[in-house]
């Protein structure tokens, strides 16, 4: 079968949902498609949920699949994100957990108030390819992308302190780029500067 065409209820074949999106920058902005990874190389393809659940006659089975849920303003069927829930709706769900304040994965939602600071190389080693990605950044942020989303973010501002927090409990991601002195690699690249941040006597360093 052809990944990129799709046979059509006129019968008829039609180019698959979502396929044209020429990037994932764009395939992203649409919520009914996602930049799928598993394919060598990587195209848009249209999410799970709405995929398999296209039409008003699916409400039932979309609201029956753990993964998916109906949204009745757009009718139709979308992957289900605890954050986008009512209280109501939340309470109800046995994955989400209603903290208080909102609604949130139940993996995370009973979880105090969290720091997580992640290093990330920043030395010119990751310019090269890693495996079919042709740059070592965008590998990584292929990799913590999708566990970002699952994540309940408390949206603070980066400014916020370290120590306090919402009482309800959340996450806040730190990202902190390292290398050695004078080998920070350029990001942007079109800067021609490093991010990375010397320390003293070239210890270690750290950026972000």
């Given amino acids: 079968a052809d ?3 799709v046979w059509s209820q006129q019968l008829t074949c039609e180019p698959a ?3 044209n999106y020429p990037d994932e920058k764009c ?5 009914s498609c996602h930049w799928d990874v598993t394919q060598s190389p990587a195209l848009c393809k249209q999410k799970y949920c709405p995929s398999t659940y296209p039409t008003t006659q699916h409400v039932d089975p979309c ?8 949204n009745s303003t757009t009718n139709e069927c979308v992957d289900k994100v605890c954050n986008k829930m009512t209280e109501c709706a ?3 769900d046995p994955d989400c957990f209603w903290n208080g304040v909102k609604c949130a994965d ?3 939602g009973e979880c105090p108030v969290m720091d997580i600071i992640l290093l990330l190389d920043g030395s010119g080693s990751m310019s090269g390819k890693f495996g079919r990605h042709p740059h070592g950044f965008f590998a990584l942020i292929e990799i913590l992308r999708d566990w970002v989303k699952t994540l309940p973010l408390t949206g603070e501002p980066a400014a916020a302190p370290i120590l306090g927090g ?3 409990g959340g ?3 730190g990202f902190v780029q390292f290398s050695g002195k004078n080998r920070g690699y350029p990001w942007p690249w079109s800067s021609g500067k490093s991010n990375a941040i010397e320390t003293s006597g070239n210890t270690g360093t750290g950026g972000h």
Avoid: S
């Fill in 17 to 19: 949902p979502c396929v």
């Fill in 27 to 31: 395939c992203d902005h649409d919520d």
């Fill in 171 to 173: 996450v806040r991601l």
């Fill in 3 to 5: 990944i990129y065409c």
């Fill in 166 to 168: 919402p009482a309800t």
């Fill in 90 to 92: 939340c309470k109800e």
């Fill in 63 to 70: 609201n029956a699949d753990g993964q998916c849920m109906w």
């Fill in 106 to 108: 139940k993996k995370y």
